[in-house]
Nanobody, 114 residues
């Protein structure tokens, strides 16, 4: 059974940092492109960052310079390091795996508030 499990969300003050993790099981993680998405209340899900199998990375303009995506294929895990967080970063963050099939995690809540 394929699973993607996100962790690391929580409540943080503006300007703070969080690191999200996305751990996969039951799938050949290294052959999948990984994307981090987020969905704020009453908004559509949007791409935050993605990293393809050979390492090319893309970021949404809103997070460039603040967020860093990475992956460790040996650990079947992708990460999203988020710095200088702002209230408008508040959302449920999802990881998705795209390749022979498409898989989504259940999401983790990130709330940026003082």
């Amino acid at each position: 059974q394929v699973q993607l499990v996100e962790s690391g969300g929580g409540l943080v003050q503006p300007g703070g940092s969080l690191t999200l993790s996305c751990t996969a099981s039951g799938m050949p993680f290294s052959v999948y492109n990984i994307g981090w998405y987020r969905q704020a209340p009453a908004k559509e899900r949007e791409l935050v960052a993605n990293i393809v199998t050979y390492g090319v990375i893309k970021y949404a303009d809103s997070v460039k310079g603040r967020f860093t995506i990475s992956r460790d294929n040996a650990k079947n895990t992708a990460y999203l390091q988020m710095n200088s967080l702002r209230p408008d970063d508040t959302a449920v963050y999802y990881c998705g795996a795209f390749g022979p099939n498409t898989y989504w995690g259940q999401g983790t809540q990130v709330t940026v508030s003082s």
